[in-house]
């Protein structure tokens, strides 16, 4: 089994692309919805037992904990070290279940995937970019979004250069949905022939 790691900064068009490979038939796992249904479920005690009153009728109110987060690299630490194993752990069972049923590639959704070393742990990266005035003005137009917030974000993740650098696979999304779905296509075609290099 093949596994592609897919991952791009805020506004390059990630969701997007992961839809084609599903579209493609390709399972996809999304690190951004697992994360939601954490919220709900095994992460609130010890994400509220770190971060007091951020729970509301029992669920993680993400505004809450973001407003926790704003200008704090340790309370951002804190908060991955809670929820980036839990995610790890629904992942490695997302794998193992696709394995399993003798799929042939499988794409793992993850925004962070260099910053928290997920490249370690897939076949080959897909990185989806797009010039940064394209990105700055899809991330702006989102309701609530500000150039501070935007900043503040592209801050926290490596730079969409270096993702490139360090990428098997480039998707440029600044172009049509019909083009980016062509590129999905080429990569697929391109792994078709490769081996897998995960064993267990």
């Given amino acids: 089994m093949f596994i592609l790691g897919l991952t791009g900064s805020i506004g390059m068009g990630k969701s997007t692309t992961a839809n084609f490979f599903r579209e493609a038939g390709v399972p996809v796992h999304d690190s951004d919805a697992v994360v939601h249904q954490l919220y709900e479920g095994e992460a609130v005690a010890p994400v509220e037992a770190a971060f ?30 809670i929820v980036h194993p839990l995610v790890r752990a629904v992942s490695e069972r997302f794998i193992s279940e696709q394995r399993a049923r003798g799929a042939r590639v499988i794409v793992l959704d993850i925004p962070l995937l260099f ?86």
Avoid: C, W, Y
């Fill in 52 to 81: 007091p009153g951020v729970t509301v009728d029992g669920r993680i109110d993400r505004a809450k904990l973001a407003e926790r987060l704003v200008g704090n690299p340790d309370a951002i630490k804190r908060l991955e070290a």
């Fill in 115 to 200: 910053e928290t070393g997920g490249e370690k742990r897939v076949d080959a990266v897909v990185v989806v970019s797009a010039p940064a005035e394209v990105q700055r003005a899809r991330v702006l137009g989102r309701p609530g979004m500000t150039g501070e917030k935007l900043d503040a974000l592209l801050r926290r993740q490596m730079s969409d250069a270096d993702k490139r650098a360090r990428a098997h696979f480039i998707v440029d999304s600044s172009r049509s949905f019909d083009s980016a779905r062509a590129q999905v296509h080429a990569i697929l075609r391109a792994v078709a022939a490769l081996p897998g290099r995960r064993i267990s």
